[in-house]
Each structure stands twice: as structure tokens, then as C-alpha cells.
T-cell receptor, first 113, second 113 residues
Framework: KQEVTQIPAALSVPEGENLVLNCSFT??????LQWFRQDPGKGLTSLLL?????REQTSGRLNASLDKSSGRSTLYIAASQPGDSATYLC????????????FGAGTQVVVTP | KAGVTQTPRYLIKTRGQQVTLSCSPI?????VSWYQQTPGQGLQFLFE???????NKGNFPGRFSGRQFSNSRSEMNVSTLELGDSALYLC????????????FGPGTRLTVL
């Protein structure tokens, strides 16, 4: 059974610092890993999807890496801004459970001006 | 291109009643997945539909059911509501749920009194 863990649960950084968010998963048999952002009371916004054959994916200030052998993914956000304050969730799509994303509990990020 | 829409956005029901939630996927998407989000359990997978067929179901009681129509719109139904069913219900659409980005709607906030 896939288990996804995100540490730390909360993080506070001053504006301009780089953010590093960690995600670990127990089952390396995945189709892909996805990163999402959730603002309070809202739905999820897709940030990046990394296919199992890829090592990293980039979009603007965001970069996500994937290491299946160690069961880890890391999301880097460069030069953080107050607008980056949100909860960040990672989710793994395993090969033995069709269409089911297994989510971590999320990391709540606060970027202070 | 319109995003995923969910109706209604907010719902208040009493114990024992039933409720139907609706999800309209992004045009062209044939896969719809449903998730329940609560503070205690996080995001949990309910079921996934593709071309009107349920391909996977999560560990929820039979009171939770769903269906998908020929235009890919999906509904989920919860019968005999319990207090613990209070949650944010999110649906996500994609071309193919296992390999493509899942795009989430804003959710339906269900409160059971």
C-alpha cells in the first residue's frame, strides 16, 4: 500500500528565500508524481507533473525532482513571494490502483514580507 | 478553456438525508475522479470514472456512489448522511487519469448537522 509523507508539516520563510519542500513515498511502482497547491477553502491547483521516467520538471520559478529509487521528490520554489503562501501537496499515482492519487498531508508554507 | 466546475459550492444537510453533487470536467476530458478532504484524514480517493465506467473505488461504505454520463459529466451521491460526512468534496478531470495531469474543481463544501 502506497504511503506518502511530507515533512515538515509547516514552514515559514522570509520573502526572497528559496523554498525546499520534501515528499517521500513507499512504493516506487508509480506512473507519476504530481505537486499541487491549495489555498484555504479552495480546490487544488496543479503545479507540476513528473512522469516516472523523468528526473525533473520545471515551470518558471518551480522545479521538481524525482528519485524513484529512494522514494523521494523535492519541490524547489526560487525567490519566494508572499503570494506563494499556501499548502503544497504531493501525490503519487501508483501502477496497481487505477486513477487513484495517493496524497501526502501537505506542507503549509508562509512567506513573510 | 473552462476549468472543472462543481455544483453546488456549499450544501447544508441533516443526518439521514441524501445528497447529490455534480462535476463537469474540462471539455475533452473523459476521466473524472472524486476525493473527500477532511482535516483529520486529508485527501482520500472515492472513485474514478472513464467513459461511463467505474474503474476504481476507494475504501468508502456503499452509501457513497457515483456515475458518469455520456458527456463525461459525473455525479456522486451520498445516502443516509452522517456527521462524519462533513467535508470538502473535490472532483478532478483528465484525459487519462493514470498518465496525465489531474485538474481539480473548486469543490463542494458539505456540512451535515
Amino acid at each position: 500500500k502506497q504511503e506518502v509523507t511530507q515533512i515538515p508539516a509547516a514552514l515559514s520563510v522570509p520573502e526572497g528565500e528559496n523554498l525546499v519542500l520534501n515528499c517521500s513515498f513507499t512504493d516506487s511502482a508509480i506512473y507519476n508524481l504530481q505537486w499541487f497547491r491549495q489555498d484555504p477553502g479552495k480546490g487544488l491547483t496543479s503545479l507540476l507533473l513528473i512522469q516516472s521516467s523523468q528526473r525533473e520538471q520545471t515551470s518558471g520559478r518551480l522545479n521538481a525532482s524525482l528519485d524513484k529509487s529512494s522514494g523521494r521528490s523535492t519541490l524547489y520554489i526560487a525567490a519566494s513571494q508572499p503570494g506563494d503562501s499556501a499548502t503544497y501537496l504531493c501525490a503519487a499515482m501508483t501502477t496497481d490502483s487505477w486513477g487513484k492519487l495517493q496524497f501526502g498531508a501537505g506542507t503549509q508554507v508562509v512567506v513573510t514580507p | 478553456k473552462a476549468g472543472v466546475t462543481q455544483t453546488p459550492r456549499y450544501l447544508i444537510k441533516t443526518r439521514g438525508q441524501q445528497v447529490t453533487l455534480s462535476c463537469s470536467p474540462i471539455s475533452g476530458h473523459r476521466s473524472v475522479s472524486w476525493y473527500q478532504q477532511t482535516p483529520g484524514q486529508g485527501l482520500q480517493f472515492l472513485f474514478e470514472y472513464f467513459s461511463e465506467t467505474q474503474r476504481n473505488k476507494g475504501n468508502f461504505p456503499g452509501r457513497f456512489s457515483g456515475r458518469q454520463f455520456s458527456n463525461s459529466r459525473s455525479e456522486m451521491n451520498v445516502s443516509t448522511l452522517e456527521l462524519g460526512d462533513s467535508a470538502l468534496y473535490l472532483c478532478a478531470s483528465s484525459f487519462e487519469s493514470n498518465t496525465d495531469t489531474q485538474y481539480f474543481g473548486p469543490g463542494t463544501r458539505l456540512t451535515v448537522l
